[in-house]
């Protein structure tokens, strides 16, 4: 990086599997410029769109500097400039007073993954409501039900580092935009194709990476779990299968071949939209290619059957043995190999148990909008939102905002910006952004372990979420030694792991090189998983289940509830937008204008009369969205999308797509079903 200044290290904190390595220019205490890591071996010197621009976030006119209180009605946006102090004081007398009048369950923290480090993440905060006996969130929204399906399969949330997929001859992008949500994959994919490897994507909306694949399989929403079971079928069929590996490594098959037997071609094609040959060709394809890599992503999973769909899908790489392959196999998350000493972290053992005797109850953050409206005993009387803009998020966002406007619920909100969730707070808090403090960093989609010293004073008077549940704790009264730690000391702890996979690695080490693989395997050797077995089961084999497997089309599909389609026939997709990260660019006009679209095949827009950039109505009985329509053909007829999620106080309307989502949850891990989803769309305006 040439220029004046001096160059710091910092690691990306958004809610992304590549959590990139970044050189910062800091000229006079000024960021100046952003740039990736060219010796990190994922990163490699590349940042994407979303991240090269972070420095107008940071040193944005919009950004929250001071804390602020509420003096308007809730909703509003009207706040007032207090202190510190008055604004600790305040939220600590409500916490006492919620707790003492109803007791601490009445108390709900709201936060997920706004930062991936750690500590700011899943630290201070987690001991901080552990000890004043909250409510405890079950952090469902993005991907338990992969997570649960995923762990059923293997055991481990383990899969083929991203290094390796330059060895594939044949990849298989599974709901997976990889453009668009892990760029940081595409180069070593492209160095595959160099070589003579295939690339298919499998995706309702055929994204930039479905425009960039060998073929794209437009398949029906939530219908994933009967394709593999097509795809296992011709494997059995045909004798495709790896006899030798499945003898040594599995028991069980013999289920997964009976579950199969019934899921002929001819039988998914009508089930998932994708023609029998191609069913047949991509099972061939798949088996008989080697190395063969699997790039699943969470898409899938939000449906009513997406745990079970996982946990099928990644069964295919054991039937075929591409697990002994470098260059083979799947690859979901890597999360789990990072075998951090949580507990020293969190500190669970300071949870305090209820007026009933047990411990906290536990609440699924994807039925927010129930939560605040339906449930008592007691009722939530106070919300501590952080890391998380739930009102923009949210499925069943109508019933969300009924609950935010209660006039007897205190909310806190700690934030970079006034978001739409910030409009409903109390207190309003200014949150740090990750240039601006210390944490520790795993990846979801790599084995590097980071760490992030601050590399920018933080602006104004914005503290990180660590500082300010210090601040709270002290406030509160608690005593305990824990809440006085400084952050190296809470890594220290969380370094301090029996597991072969983190050893040597430590705070100095981590000081000195800034990120470190984990100990997976020799140096210069890939890390192969369950090339030899190694699954997460007592004898180490894969317990191959057939149990379970059946596909029932979800209630809102083209194959589901037959009152509801007749009045909601089009399929929502509400899928990811490229140059944003959930809502956490929500400010950028160029996100508002992108999400504010809504794709519509131009076999559907002709009966309904509408025609290319048309303002039009998108309904269901949840509640509506408006946006301007884009004629494409990118995506299978039944089927609109409207790229998530736009922040609705931008929209006329004050509604987003998840105006239109339900908070019906997936068959295993309490997720939600943001992509079944049946609605109406209208012409309303040019």
Known sequence: MTGGGEVRHSVCALDCPDCCSILVRVENGRATKLRGNPLHPITRGFLCAKVTRYLERVYHPDRLLYPQKRVGAKGQGRFVRISWDEALDIVTENLHRVAAQYGPEAILPYSYAGTMGLLNGAGMDRRFFHRLGASRLDRTICAAAGTAGLTQALGFRYGTEP?????????????????????????????????????????????????????????????????????????????????????????????????????????????????????????????????????????????????????????????????????????????????????????????????????????????????????????????????????????????????????????????????????????????????????????????????????????GEAKSNVEVFRLLARRMGFQEPCFEESEEQMIRALLASEHPFLAGITWERLERESFVRLNLAPPGQAFQPFASGGYGSPDGRCELQGEGLDYVPPVESRFGDEQLRSRYPLELISSKNDNSMNSTFGHRDSVDQETAQVWIHVADAAPRGVQEADLVRVFNDRGECFGRARLTENLIPGVIRIPSVRWGKRSPQQQNVNALTSDRLTDFGGGPTFYNCLVQVERCGD
């Open 163 to 459: 290094e390796q997929f330059r060895h594939s001859k044949f990849i298989l992008a599974w709901g997976a935009n990889i453009l668009g949500t892990n760029p940081h994959l595409w180069p070593f994919i492209q160095e595959a194709r160099r070589n003579g490897a295939k690339f298919y994507a499998i995706d309702p909306v055929k994204n930039r990476t479905g425009e960039l694949a060998d073929r794209w399989f437009g398949i029906y929403p939530g219908s994933d779990l009967a394709l593999a079971l097509g795809l296992m079928h011709v494997i059995f069929r045909d004798g495709l299968e790896d006899r030798d590996y499945l003898e040594r490594h599995t028991k069980g098959v013999h289920t997964l071949r009976d579950k199969s037997a019934s899921y002929t071609p001819q039988r998914v094609a009508a089930l998932t939209g994708i023609p029998a040959e191609d069913i047949e060709s991509l099972a061939h394809e798949y088996a008989q290619c080697r190395p063969a890599a699997i790039r699943l992503n969470y898409g899938l999973q939000r449906s009513e059957r997406g745990a079970t769909a996982v946990r099928a899908i990644a069964y295919l790489p054991v039937l075929t043995g591409s697990w002994k392959d470098v260059g083979g196999g799947l690859l979901l998350s890597t999360s789990q190999a990072f075998h951090f000493n949580r507990t020293a972290l969190e500190m669970p053992e300071l949870q305090q148990k209820s007026p009933l005797g047990r411990a906290a109850r536990i609440l699924n953050m994807s039925e927010l909008g129930r939560l605040l409206t339906e449930v008592s005993d007691p009722p939530v009387y106070a919300l501590f939102v952080y890391n998380s803009n739930p009102l923009a998020v949210a499925p069943h966002q109508n019933k969300v905002r009924q609950g935010l406007a209660r006039e007897d619920l205190f909310t806190v909100v700690l934030e970079q910006f006034q978001t739409d969730t910030a409009d409903y707070a109390d207190i309003l808090l200014p949150a740090t952004t990750f240039l601006e403090h210390t944490d520790l960093y795993l990846a979801y989609g790599h084995y590097y372990l980071q760490l992030a010293r601050a590399v920018l004073d933080p602006p």
